[in-house]
């Protein structure tokens, strides 16, 4: 069964850094695309970024230039590293995956950004 773990979210103050993880497990990581989303509060669901098995990157325009996804296929990891948040960027942030048709989802991991 696949499981979706992050890690490292918390409070900062804006202009700050955090980085996120999400650990995989259940699957072939490296074949595998990646995606973190988030909900920030009253607000619906939006993806923030997404990488291929191949290393291709795509990121939402709210978070381009500020924020970068990786992946380390020996540790079945995929990061989000978040540079000059903004109280805006405060929200529970997903990892996501589809595996064999079906979509699964981590806990969540909330990041609060402080003005």
């Known amino acids: 069964q696949v499981q979706l773990v992050e890690s490292g979210g918390g409070l900062v103050q804006a202009g700050g850094s955090l980085r996120l993880s999400c650990a995989a497990s259940g699957m072939i990581f490296s074949i595998n695309t990646m995606h973190w989303y988030r909900r920030a509060p009253g607000k619906q669901r939006e993806l923030v970024a997404s990488i291929t098995s191949g290393g291709s990157t795509m990121y939402a325009d709210s978070v381009k230039d500020r924020f970068t996804i990786s992946r380390d296929n020996a540790k079945n990891t995929v990061y989000l590293q978040m540079n000059s948040l903004k109280p805006e960027d405060t929200a529970v942030y997903y990892c996501?995956?589809?595996?064999?048709?079906?979509?699964?989802w981590g806990e969540g991991s909330l990041v609060t950004v402080s003005s």
């Open positions: 996501n995956t589809l595996w064999g048709a079906v979509n699964y």
